[in-house]
């Protein structure tokens, strides 16, 4: 055992002092960790009592082992299971030793029992007795007896048998000192030129000494004996030379060498005395006086003096002085000259000392460096730093051997049993800060609304008010707790809120707020806080944390989040995650900013760098407010925030706290634990008494929920004992006799108990009703000792005068141990002491440990500055960050280091860091080792395969793995475990042992006392194996994870928060590895995985019956479900009775019907249609089974995982996220998914297409697809090859005037190699090549030849597109009009000519759909019969939806020219295809006419990057890509044209400006626009569209069809003549427009389609359309095309980018429609004639070569006639069904109807004339036909975009006629409230909406044509009418009974009332009402009109009226 130090006075008066040979006795000499460890071995320790019983038992060991396992869980038992495992053993020794020998526990055991341990459990004392006997039995009675001599020999008070001598010392005694008081009063002044204590000095303190003792100046004497003066050394250094050595920390032997060097061998006996009385010699010098002594107010006193024991010497230093001492006796020896030596004839240390010091302060001043030294400025002033300790840092005081500066007037008192510091209630702050308060009645009415209730702010509140309130600074208030940082948080709130004020409306949906809070039950706290007064002003505020997850519906609803940091983290590392909320951030608010210090410190650091990072790239604002507790560094913290030093810094120091706050902090000196938790509790009390003595009530915080009973049993009992309880109990009144009314009705037992005394105890286990009413006690005083938990300071504002905290110690899940109590907590806690209305102070105890007392000390006067965190998780941050996208190279992460707390401290403090400060010289940013740490960082990394790192270049690219990792909060080196264990195929067994291996997990130890109770779980509520055991960490992972899972109860405190903890982690990384596994592709892990996720979510077993989800039934009828072994399906078939009668409970049948129904389940249905042989398209039926119910299934929808996998290979194919939508389900609509998956030859049996619910244990779907009867497609003949050829010169055509049409002279290879062909021949042609490759000059060459061969007939022209369509007319008019004086005619929906010029036009350019409409009624139509050449551009379009108009006009056009025996050439141009022979023979083209050239054949070559990007939504997927896309641009087009497609009108806006954001970081914001800015400026001047003025300043144009027809002319031309480098365009213009550029990126793949309400792919053909534009032929060598996909689809489009896309038949779906136009033309007239009219389509061919497409069996000559037959018969049922033909009698033939003619001839579905067959009456209202308009099919395709049915239904509530609420996402409804909003002239939400009223419009008059025809046939004229009238109403936009007046041009509502006449002509009087009133009025003169408008109108605008 170690024993205490000696006190001087010991050494002196008795002979206790040490052997001088022990090194640990002297203090100086010991290492302070060598004294900590010997501190712990105090008493004999549990590990020694276990080896001395398994040494001596005569058991076995196992037997034993279990014993002393079973001792030490009473022993926990009976201290609490809350207690630390030392408490628990020195308890488990205690009862071994008090209980050794007792039969049982008597009376006088039970006092020495409950002295030491206050009240404990009889039961358990008793069992621990019968425990100990169990043991002593086997072990001998010696043994016993030493065991029991030895403790008790320890248990002796040191000290008790020391003699003391008395000899005649001379002491003189302080006056100041009294008699027998401890303590110590030290009276300290601020200031450092104050008298400095200066060492007492005794001059007669040495006697007459005997002949042999050793004195003061012995050392000088013997000195001067040997050395007297030979060898030119004065005695002064020879003494100080021996006196160092003999200081030093050597031993003696080490010491005995290097005195015999430095005396010499000869002086033998003066060394052995010197060394065998070292310590005397040393305490007789250190002590021994000297008359000579310097005196007092000698020397510098500017600073302090302290005694120096230890030499400040480098070894090298000491060498030296060996060295000069051997050269000085050398030199000395030769010439014999002894110089008399004058100084002084005694040597003494202390003299030494003071020369000592001298020099030392001398050494102080003189410089550290040789370096001239910059000089350092004084301290700066801050204008809003109140704090008092700048001023001086403080005296120090030793507090536990630590040096600490502490606060003026402190009080230090120590006694045998603690050391007390008392440091007293500050001063109240100055009066003059923030003397004038701000009223609130002074602020405008949002703030009054907000701080309702409160006269006026408080003093900080009024400082800071200014700059919180009327500034955007950032801010960082840092003032004590209580002070009123909720409302300064409040004031920036509302400054964000007045931002977004416009016209007296707050625009909510323009920020957000976020909030900060460091704990979930504060983050509860701040959301009842802010919610409710914020909510007058109409401001949400929800919690947003790991309890409380919100959907993205609400999060949009929600002004201000209030958070976690790691939440927040979580949401904002996650790029796919909800980037537009991140967008919306306007104010971040970081409550407890000192957390940075903390574990969890990193985290803000993170969340603040990337905040700072994205205002930087983003360059809006966002203002971060800080707030903490009073800190040590505020500067540095206020560095880190950005916070400007003299705007947003505030420090308000101690003096600011509503209430002073005296604190005590006691620290407790016993080691032994079981004496410590007595003096504990001993301490606790007397604090506590003398609190209520004074009339006080008092709060005692401890850290568990069991110690609170203990120790308010303990102190109750304590009281009883010392008779003081009198002062605890109430006074008796009424009050009180109510209140112990109530509390006996309290179901606590120890409550009831404990009241009447005056105690009570509150935590958040008890129920919340007792709580209330603990709260009500004291607050009404009551309750005078409240013993709670820490819930109570966090969640409660109950102050109290007093409070102390018991103990430091609590248990830690995270870290598996028990760990000090922290800061927040600390600070959190002395927050309420004191009651601001009552109290002038309030007084804080904090108990602790001796050892732990200068922590606190330290950390409550701000002693030391609070440092980073952040290199323990930077490998995990650094990943992040490269996930998010925000770094990409080694640059930008050193770069974002900078932005850390980490960087700040690591320039102030780099020692700490592990930098010397030889680096930070160097490299004052530290920027190499920067660089050093991310490579590090990065390596690590990349070898876990989280990124990629390419150390040569320094890229970071994040993969899947890193991704996971991040998004799933995922540590480093869990990933590495998971990366050498995780296999395609294991056992759930596995996964969880893997699991458990977590580095999550790694803090969670085992400790001996839970041994048993884990023993227990594992054998009953596990359901495997738990690798690992009892004994290790992960096996106790796995054991509390599988307890948690079987709803286990645990007993003991810890395991109880492990659990949790566990189960908190293993959710998320059961969901990380499911992410892992999809990825991977192993179907069945990914299956495994997502069951063992939804396990722990739900904390229930797969082999559980799946309806205890529910949880709606009793247990019994769940167990009874399982026991008949009643799965889902069984019970689905059952009736309910059935169910009752199985279950033994016949009316809970219909219960569990109910859930059955209720439980999801979907039908799934596969079809197949190969694409080529290697890819399969799959067509998946989704359909609901189930029964939705709100409370069940929540409000929106249900999320499943679908996925394709191949058994034999286990590998899955295709996986996708699927929502099933509340109204899915409803309708019980089918859903269709499509998508592509790989096969190979030979074929597989079969693959699975699996369906699992995302969220339901049980719910999952399969079904089989089989390849039993696929047939392959045939095999592709190759392409044509490009022959190497001499480019023809453009003089072959052999006409002058047709020469000068190019500007080119020769034709390129293409073109060569087809110009015979073409221009020579009249064969049919079909042209295959890539995009870009001339194709527009084989149509014109073709063309050129009829008009030389055959110059009366005409060439039509057919192009997919109006954009096209127009393009071709504006270029062949400036070209073949006016040079070869041929007439170009454009034909389209919105241009339709009279036949007139038609039959005068040489050149017909049109769309498929007129043309068809056209050359149906080909009979009467002349120029029909007169057309020589058919032109089809893209006729690849055929597999398109509209292909089946092409096929329909190729087929036709074959058909006429048979019968008129005509030949009609077709020319066909398209991209390069897959089946160009079949496309071929169908078009009757011969080998000779087919030029099918490969993709790679073209102008310029194309280099193509494909990249695929995670993440499931649509939305915030495209917003990762934006960066991908800005870095395309600077890598490979950084100066030339780059188009950037993108499939929306929204996407355009948001990618420009997120590219604006990206370029705002460079150093030239302006590097895309390549002209002046003064012509740009004025150019954006006549821009209408304001996204558009925005962005075309940066050199970005946005092209999309909502854009003013003169907006996008200018883009165009800008672009074209590249004075713009970037455009962003939708997909049209891929089609639309001819504008080559060098890159082309590609951003997304798909579109939202309305119909299917989700996002589709693009055909493959208009990404090769996009990919086409890369590459200008003039001017590049090469062009780059850049495709961004979703990451499922990346191997898709990498096959089909290079192989072309065969071409498929869409004819089937339109079938019935042209079969109707061909009847009504007569040339069907049977249903044979139908038969061979289908041979004749292009489907036809498809058919026999891809049967298994079209769903054909077999392709004998049968099946085929058969398959065709039933075609024909469906679609001619659906004809008749629509009252459109008549089938004969005999069946054969088939007559058209008069609505099939319609039909035909207004271009109109045959459905829609079924509709207005049978919806049509003979009196129809207005409203009745809207509505009949609407529902035609032809508006089936109109999209319903996303979001679009919420701006539905806010349109819906301003338009007259009312529509179904329920149908707002139809296309139907939404044409509806177009027709409603265009005859209302009201404002449409947005440019989308009028390019759809556009084409609503342009459709309707066909179709209100047709229903006139429908009436007219009928007979029914009122209603034909009112369709009369509902056209003019389309026409005219108004309403049929609106004035008339507003048919005028600009005549609006508001113009009514000037219509007037100004003199009454012809006796009219009053206004003019409608248009012949006017025409009268006005009589032919403009003058009148004049009159009556020129207030209103322009006179140009009343010109056109």
């Not at 019907?1153 to 039926?1181: D, M, W």
């Not at 179904?1860 to 005859?1879: E, G, I, R, V």
Request: glycine fraction near 6%.
């Amino acid at each position: 055992m170690m024993l205490p130090r000696l006190t001087g006075a010991l050494r002196a008066f008795s002979p206790v002092s040490g052997n001088i040979d022990a090194p640990g006795e002297n203090d100086h000499v010991v290492p302070r960790s060598r004294k900590s460890r010997g501190s712990r071995k105090e008493g004999m320790g549990w590990d020694d009592l276990c080896f001395i019983i398994e040494q001596n038992s005569l058991q076995k060991k196992h037997e034993v082992t279990a014993e002393l396992r079973k001792l030490m869980h009473t022993a926990r038992e009976i201290v609490g299971g809350d207690a630390s495992p030392e408490t628990v053993e020195s308890t488990a020794v205690f009862l071994f030793v008090t209980l050794q020998g007792c039969e049982k526990v008597g009376h006088q055991e039970t006092i020495e029992l409950k002295n030491s341990l206050g009240p404990f459990p009889a039961n358990a004392a008793s069992q621990a007795c019968s425990t100990v006997q169990d043991i002593s039995r086997h072990i001998p009675v010696e043994v016993l007896e030493n065991l029991h001599a030895r403790e008790k020999k320890q248990n002796f008070e040191f000290g008790k048998n020391i003699k003391f001598s008395f000899d005649s010392f001379n002491v003189e005694v302080d006056e100041e000192e009294s008699d027998d008081s401890d303590t110590e009063h030290y009276n300290f002044t601020m200031s450092y030129t104050a008298p400095v204590a200066e060492p007492v000095v005794n001059s007669n303190h040495v006697n007459k000494r005997k002949p042999n003792e050793i004195s003061g100046n012995w050392l000088r004497l013997e000195v001067e004996k040997y050395y007297g003066g030979d060898d030119g050394m004065t005695a002064q250094i020879w003494c100080e030379t021996i006196f160092d050595e003999l200081c030093s920390s050597k031993t003696n032997d080490e010491l005995q060498n290097d005195l015999f060097e430095l005396l010499g061998f000869d002086r033998f006996e003066f060394i052995q005395t010197l060394l065998s009385n070292r310590h005397k010699v040393l305490n007789a010098a250190m002590n021994g006086g000297n008359k000579n002594s310097t005196k007092p107010g000698d020397g510098d006193v500017s600073k302090p003096t302290f005694g120096c024991q230890v030499t400040i010497q480098t070894e090298k230093e000491k060498q030296l002085r060996k060295q000069y001492m051997k050269e000085e006796k050398k030199s000395a020896r030769k010439d014999a000259r002894m110089e008399e030596n004058d100084f002084m004839d005694d040597f003494d240390p202390q003299q030494l000392r003071l020369q000592r010091e001298r020099s030392l302060q001398d050494a102080g001043k003189s410089t550290l460096f040789s370096r001239p030294r910059v000089h350092v400025p004084q301290q700066e002033h801050y204008p809003n730093v109140y704090d008092s300790m700048i001023e001086a840092r403080l005296s120090s005081s030793f507090i536990g051997g630590t040096k600490m500066s502490l606060p003026i007037g402190f009080e230090k008192q120590s006694n045998k049993i603690y050391e007390e510091v008392n440091i007293p209630p500050s001063e109240p702050a100055p009066v003059h800060i923030g003397k004038k308060k701000i009223l609130i009645s002074d602020l405008d009415e949002i703030s009054q609304l907000a701080f309702k209730g409160m006269k006026s702010l408080n003093r900080i509140q009024s400082v800071v008010f200014e700059t919180a309130y009327l500034t955007n600074e950032n801010l960082l208030i840092s003032a004590p707790t209580g002070a009123g940082k909720t409302n300064i948080a409040m004031l920036a709130i509302l400054h964000e809120i007045k931002q977004h004020l416009q016209q007296g409306v707050i625009k909510k949906d323009e920020f957000k707020i976020i909030y900060v809070a460091p704990m979930k039950a504060l983050a509860a706290e701040m959301v009842r806080n802010f919610g409710g007064r914020l909510a007058p002003l109409g401001i949400a505020v929800k919690e947003l944390t790991g309890d409380m997850q919100l959907t993205k519906s609400e999060i949009q609803k929600t002004q201000m989040l209030v958070t976690t940091p790691e939440k927040w983290d979580v949401v904002t590392r996650k790029s796919t995650g909800d980037v537009a909320l991140t967008q919306l951030v306007k104010l971040l608010i970081i409550d407890e900013v000192h957390l940075l210090h903390e574990d969890r410190g990193a985290v803000i650091e993170c969340l603040v760098a990337r905040t700072l990072r994205q205002v930087e790239s983003s360059q809006s604002m966002i203002r971060i407010v800080g707030l903490s507790a009073t800190l040590p560094n505020y500067l540095d913290v206020a560095k880190f925030l950005h916070v400007s030093p003299y705007l947003g810094l505030f420090f308000f120091d101690g003096r600011f706290r509503p209430v002073p706050l005296g604190t005590t902090f006691v620290g407790v000196k016993t080691l032994n634990r079981m004496q410590q938790m007595q003096d504990i509790d001993q301490v606790c009390y007397d604090k506590a008494v003398d609190m209520v003595e004074k009339g006080h009530q008092v709060m005692v915080f401890v850290h568990a929920r069991n110690a609170t009973v203990r120790t308010a049993m303990k102190l109750r009992e304590i009281s009883k004992n010392s008779g003081e309880s009198g002062l605890f109990a109430a006074r008796q009144n009424s009050q009180y006799g109510h209140a112990e009314k109530q509390v006996q009705r309290s179901p606590n037992k120890q409550l009831r108990e404990m009241f009447p005394d005056g105690f009570a105890i509150h935590h958040a286990g008890m129920l919340r009703q007792d709580r209330n009413l603990v709260e009500r006690l004291f607050s009404d005083g009551l309750i005078k000792v409240l013993v709670c938990t820490a819930t109570l300071a966090w969640g409660v504002n109950l102050p109290a005068h007093a409070v102390i905290i018991k103990g430091t110690q609590l248990y830690d899940a995270h870290k598996g141990a028990f760990v000090d109590l922290g800061i927040l907590d600390v600070m959190q806690i002395f927050g309420r002491a004191g009651r601001p209305q009552f109290d002038s102070y309030g007084q804080g105890t904090i108990i602790t440990t001796h050892d732990k007392l200068s922590h606190y000390l330290s950390l409550m006067t701000r002693q030391n500055p609070i440092e980073s965190q952040f290199t323990r998780t930077l490998a995990d941050n650094l990943n992040a960050e490269i996930s998010l996208g925000t770094v990409t190279n080694i640059e930008e992460a050193v770069k974002w280091l900078s932005y850390t707390y980490f960087f700040v401290r690591m320039r102030l403090n780099p020692l700490v860091y592990g930098i010397d400060y030889k680096k930070i010289q160097e490299d004052p940013t530290l920027e190499q080792h920067r660089t050093n740490l991310i490579t590090t960082a990065a390596r690590a990394l990349d070898k876990a395969k989280m990124v990629r790192f390419d150390e040569r270049t320094g890229y970071l690219h994040a993969t899947d793995l890193g991704r996971t990792a991040s998004h799933f909060y995922i540590k480093y080196n869990t990933i590495e475990i998971f990366n050498e264990l995780f296999k395609p195929y294991m056992t759930r067994e596995e996964i969880f042992s893997m699991i458990s291996k977590a580095e999550e997990f790694d803090q969670i130890k085992v400790r001996e006392d839970e041994l048993s109770e884990l023993e227990a779980h594992e054998e009953f509520d596990c359901v495997m194996r738990a690798a690992g055991g009892v004994e290790n960490g992960y096996g106790k992972v796995n054991i509390l994870l599988q307890t948690y899972i079987s709803k286990g109860k645990l007993d003991s405190f810890s395991l109880v928060s492990d659990m949790a903890f566990t189960a908190q982690n293993a959710g998320r990384i059961v969901r990380a590895l499911f992410d892992i596994a999809i990825r991977k592709g192993w179907p069945v892990m990914a299956a495994l995985t997502l069951q063992l996720s939804k396990t722990v979510d739900k904390r229930q077993w797969d082999f559980e019956n799946p309806l205890r989800q529910f949880g709606t039934l009793s247990n019994d009828i769940y167990s009874k479900l399982e026991h008949k072994k009643l799965t889902i399906d069984k019970l689905r078939e059952m009736k309910k009775d059935e169910i009752g009668h199985m279950i033994h409970h016949v009316r809970m049948g219909e219960k569990v019907k109910l859930n059955v129904h209720q439980f999801p389940a979907l039908s799934l249905e596969a079809s197949i249609q190969p694409i080529t042989r290697t890819v399969l398209r799959v067509r998946l039926t989704v359909t609901p089974e189930f029964n939705w119910n709100d409370r069940v299934h929540g409000g929106t929808s249900e999320p499943w995982w679908v996925w394709v996998e191949d058994p034999e290979n286990n590998h899955i194919y295709h996986s996708e996220y699927f929502l099933l939508h509340k109204k899915q389900v409803y309708a019980r609509e089918p859903q269709e998914l499509v998508f592509t998956i790989p096969i190979f030859e030979p074929l597989p049996s079969q693959y699975y297409v699996r369906a699992i619910s995302d969220r339901w244990l049980g719910a999952e779907s399969v079904c089989a697809i089989s390849f039993q009867h696929l047939i392959l497609p045939e095999k592709h003949p190759p392409h044509t090859e490009l022959l190497d050829l001499q480019p023809l010169p453009v003089t072959a055509l052999g006409d002058p005037q047709m020469e000068s049409m190019y500007k080119f002279t020769h034709f390129n290879p293409v073109q060569t190699q087809i110009f015979h062909t073409v221009y020579h021949t009249d064969y049919n042609v079909l042209l295959g090549a890539p995009t870009g490759s001339g194709k527009t000059v084989a149509a014109e060459l073709a063309m050129f030849r009829v008009f030389h061969q055959y110059p009366k007939s005409k060439c039509v022209y057919i192009a997919p597109l109006k954009a096209l369509v127009r393009e071709r007319v504006q270029d062949w008019k400036l070209r073949l009009e006016s040079r070869l004086g041929k007439k170009v005619i454009e034909l389209t929906g919105d241009v339709t000519p009279d036949s007139r010029a038609i039959a005068t036009a040489d050149i017909i350019v049109t769309t498929p759909e007129k043309w068809d409409g056209i050359s149906r009624s080909w009979q009467n139509r002349n120029y029909v019969q007169q057309v020589s050449l058919l032109v089809i551009d893209e006729i690849h379009l055929l597999g398109d939806d509209r292909g089946p108009v092409l096929e329909v006009i190729v087929s036709r056009t074959n058909f006429i020219s048979s019968h008129t025996e005509k030949t009609l050439r077709v020319v066909g141009l398209s991209t390069a295809l897959a089946n160009a022979r079949d496309l071929a023979d169908w078009l009757s083209i011969y080998q000779v006419g087919l030029f099918n050239f490969r993709p790679s054949v073209r102008p310029v070559p194309l280099e193509v990057h494909i990249s695929g990007f995670p993440g499931k939504h649509y939305c915030p997927r495209m917003a990762t890509m934006n960066k991908p896309t800005y870095q395309a641009i600077t890598t490979h087009s950084p100066k030339k044209p780059v188009l950037i497609f993108v499939s929306s009108r929204r996407q355009t806006r948001l990618t420009a400006l997120d590219l604006i954001a990206f370029l705002a970081a460079e150093d030239d914001p302006k590097q895309w626009l390549h002209m002046p800015e003064r012509e740009m400026e004025n150019l954006i001047g006549g821009i209408r569209d304001n996204n558009l003025k925005l962005t075309l300043a940066f050199g970005i144009g946005i092209h999309h069809a909502g854009l003013h027809e003169r907006d996008r002319k200018t883009i165009e031309e800008l672009f074209v003549n590249q004075k713009i480098q970037i455009l962003i365009a939708t997909s049209t213009l891929a089609w639309g427009v001819n504008f080559p550029a060098h890159l082309v990126v590609v951003k997304g793949t798909e579109y939202y389609d309305g119909k299917n309400k989700r996002y589709m792919d693009f055909p493959i053909t208009d990404v090769l359309q996009m990919m086409g534009r890369a590459g200008r032929p003039q001017f590049d060598d090469q062009g780059t095309a850049v495709i961004l996909v979703h990451d499922i689809k990346k191997h898709f489009y990498k096959k089909f980018l290079y192989e072309p896309f065969p071409v498929e038949s869409n004819l089937l779906e339109v079938l019935a429609d042209h079969l109707n136009a061909e009847i009504v033309a007569g040339t069907i007239t049977s249903k044979q004639d139908a038969m061979d009219y289908i041979t004749w389509t292009y489907f036809f061919r498809r058919l026999v070569q891809n049967p298994s497409y079209y769903e054909l069996e077999d392709v004998e000559h049968d099946s085929i006639n058969k398959f065709l037959s039933n075609l024909v018969e469906k679609a001619l049922v659906d004809l008749e069904s629509s009252y459109c033909v008549e089938i004969d009698e005999d069946n054969r033939g088939i007559l058209p109807q008069t609505l099939g003619r319609i039909a035909s001839y207004y271009y109109l579905y045959h459905k829609s004339v079924r509709l207005f067959k049978e919806k049509l009456t003979s009196d129809c209202s207005i409203p009745e036909l809207i509505s009949v308009l609407t529902d035609a099919h032809e508006y089936d395709e109109l999209p319903v975009r996303h979001n679009e049915d919420a701006t539905n239904g806010e349109l819906a509530e301003k338009v007259p006629l009312e529509v179904n609420p329920y149908s707002y996402d139809s296309p139907h409804t939404k044409a509806h409230l177009l027709f409603q909003t265009h005859f209302s002239r009201l404002q449409l939400p947005s440019t989308d909406y009028a390019t759809d009223t556009k084409s609503v419009l342009d459709q309707s008059i066909r179709i209100l044509q047709a229903m006139i025809d429908t009436a007219a046939d009928e007979g029914w004229l009122v209603t034909c009418l009112r369709i009369m009238h509902l056209v003019q109403m389309v026409i005219q936009g108004r309403w049929f009974h609106d004035s008339t007046l507003m048919s005028l041009p600009h005549v609006e509502v508001h113009h009514l009332h000037c219509f007037r006449p100004v003199k009454v002509a012809h006796g009219y009087q009053g206004p003019i009402e409608c248009l012949p009133e006017l025409v009268t009025a006005c009589n032919g003169k403009r003058s009148v009109l004049q009159r009556m408008l020129e207030r209103e109108m322009s006179d140009w605008e009343i010109e056109e009226v």
